[in-house]
C-alpha cells in the first residue's frame, strides 16, 4: 500500500499568512492527489483534486502543485474560516490512503 | 443539490454487527464509485471500502476483509457497509463519500460506538 505522510502535523498561523503543508508519498503517484479541508466536528471537504484544481466554489487563495512523490499545499492570505485540519489522499492504487493531516492553528 | 445521508449507527458490543445506510439524492448514483471513510475518535480519516457503479468492482482496507461488505442497491439510491464481529478499534464516525478519483461529495457521517 502507499503511505502518504503529511509535514507539519501541526502549524500556528496569522490571518493573513501564507501557509505552506507538504504531502509525500512512499512511492510517486503521478498526479492522483486530492486535498481535503476537514472542521471540527465536520465532514471533510475536497478542496482540490489532480495535484491543483480546485473544486468549484474554492477559494483561489487555495493552490497545489507537485507530481511523483512530493506534493505541497499552499494558503495565500490565510483567513479565519481556514483554521482547519487538511488531509491528503492518493488516488494512483487502492487502497486510498489519506495522509495523518494537518492542523492548521490560530496564533 | 447532491446528498448523501447516512444512518444506522449506534453502541453495540464487542463481536456485534450493524448495517450502515447511506441514501444518496441529487446526482446520477449508478455512475459513480461509493465509498466508506471512517474517523476514529481524535484520529485521522481512514479509507475503509469502495464499490464502482454496477458492483463489479470492489475493494477494501485489507485489515478488514472478511468482516466487513460494501454493497449497493441502484434502484434504491442506497450504499450500505455490513459490518461484523464488530472491535473496539472499529469505533468511528463513519462517511460516505461518492468518487473514483476525488471524494467529491460527503454525507455528515454516522457515529459507531462499540463497548460493552
Known amino acids: 500500500a502507499i503511505q502518504l505522510t503529511q509535514s507539519p502535523s501541526s502549524l500556528s498561523a496569522s490571518v493573513g499568512d501564507r501557509v505552506t503543508i507538504t504531502c509525500r508519498a512512499s512511492?510517486?503517484?503521478?498526479?492522483?492527489l486530492a486535498w481535503y479541508q476537514q472542521k471540527r466536528g465536520k465532514a471533510p471537504k475536497l478542496l482540490m483534486y489532480d495535484v491543483s484544481t480546485l473544486e468549484s466554489g474554492v477559494p483561489s487563495r487555495f493552490s497545489g502543485s507537485g507530481s511523483g512523490t512530493d506534493f505541497t499545499l499552499t494558503i495565500n492570505f490565510l483567513q479565519p474560516e481556514d483554521f482547519a485540519t487538511y488531509y491528503c489522499q492518493q488516488f494512483n492504487s487502492n487502497p486510498r490512503t489519506f495522509g495523518p493531516g494537518t492542523k492548521v492553528e490560530i496564533e | 443539490e447532491v446528498q448523501l445521508v447516512e444512518s444506522g449507527g449506534g453502541l453495540v458490543k464487542p463481536g456485534g454487527s450493524l448495517r450502515l445506510s447511506c441514501a444518496a439524492a441529487g446526482f446520477t448514483f449508478n455512475s459513480y464509485t461509493m465509498n466508506w471513510v471512517r474517523q476514529a475518535p481524535g484520529r485521522g480519516l481512514e479509507w475503509v471500502a469502495s464499490i464502482s457503479g454496477s458492483s463489479s468492482y470492489i475493494y477494501y482496507k485489507d485489515s478488514l476483509k472478511g468482516r466487513f461488505t460494501i454493497s449497493r442497491d441502484n434502484a434504491k439510491n442506497s450504499l450500505y457497509l455490513q459490518m461484523n464481529g464488530l472491535r473496539a478499534e472499529d469505533t468511528a464516525v463513519y462517511y460516505c463519500?461518492?468518487?473514483?478519483?476525488?471524494?467529491?461529495?460527503w454525507g455528515q457521517g454516522t457515529q459507531v460506538t462499540v463497548s460493552s
Open positions: 512511492q510517486g503517484i503521478s498526479s492522483d
Open positions: 463519500a461518492s468518487g473514483t478519483y476525488r471524494f467529491d461529495n
